[in-house]
T-cell receptor
Framework: NAGVTQTPKFQVLKTGQSMTLQCAQD?????MSWYRQDPGMGLRLIHY???????DQGEVPNGYNVSRSTTEDFPLRLLSAAPSQTSVYFC???????????????FGSGTQLSVL | RKEVEQDPGPFNVPEGATVAFNCTYS??????FFWYRQDCRKEPKLLMS???SGNEDGRFTAQLNRASQYISLLIRDSKLSDSATYLC???????????FGPGTRLSVLP
């Protein structure tokens, strides 16, 4: 059972470089999201999607783009990396909408990103 | 003010102790509440959902107080393996917007 698969696990970028963090889930989950986690800040929502073709901004969306062309994949793009984007990134998914008992979030194993 | 706040840590307790964590949330329209556990350098994993009537799972008890807008987690008979960071999460009414608290770190000492 693969669950939520995130790649890469580690990445070092130079300021101004772009890259894509990959996230895939094989559980047919409608909801997918990206969080960043910084010391003392907890998990902060970057972008989320409630289904293929639908995305929305979270708390800290600036500097990041997402798309949801399929149910399975939800890549996160850094357009021009900045040192402030140094963080641990987690992708997460859940089965169904709020109130239907399916809100349990399944997380990927995370990506440690350093921007120099 | 942060939407979800937690007791600042760390909590250092001896094995066998009972420890309680509190979490407050600011959005009164919040619908669902959870406790997640996160081990060092790992992803968060769901520990418990929190229901209005309270719920218990072995040594863990979670409670919700909607009037005061807080949730709590009680761990009885602490084990070394309970050492982790505990995150509370709140899901708001209008969408799948999970908001997490900053976490409380627990160290259970031998």
């Amino acid at each position: 059972n693969a669950g939520v698969t995130q790649t890469p696990k580690f990445q070092v970028l130079k300021t101004g470089q772009s890259m894509t963090l990959q996230c895939a889930q094989d559980m047919n989950h409608e909801y997918m999201s990206w969080y960043r986690q910084d010391p003392g800040m907890g998990l902060r929502l970057i972008h989320y999607s409630v289904g293929a073709g639908i995305t929305d901004q979270g708390e800290v969306p600036n500097g990041y783009n997402v798309s949801r062309s399929t149910t399975e994949d939800f890549p996160l793009r850094l357009l021009s990396a900045a040192p402030s984007q140094t963080s641990v990134y987690f992708c997460a998914s859940s089965y169904s909408s709020l109130g239907q008992g399916g809100e349990k979030l399944f997380f990927g194993s995370g990506t440690q990103l350093s921007v120099l | 003010r942060k939407e979800v706040e937690q007791d600042p840590g760390p909590f250092n307790v001896p094995e066998g102790a009972t420890v309680a964590f509190n979490c407050t949330y600011s959005n009164s329209a919040s619908q669902s509440f959870f406790w997640y556990r996160q081990d060092c350098r790992k992803e968060p994993k769901l520990l418990m959902s929190v229901y209005s009537s309270g719920n218990e799972d072995g040594r863990f008890t979670a409670q919700l107080n909607r009037a005061s807008q807080y949730i709590s987690l009680l761990i009885r008979d602490s084990k070394l393996s309970d050492s982790a960071t505990y995150l509370c999460a709140v899901n708001e009414a209008y969408g799948q917007n999970f908001v997490f608290g900053p976490g409380t770190r627990l160290s259970v000492l031998p």
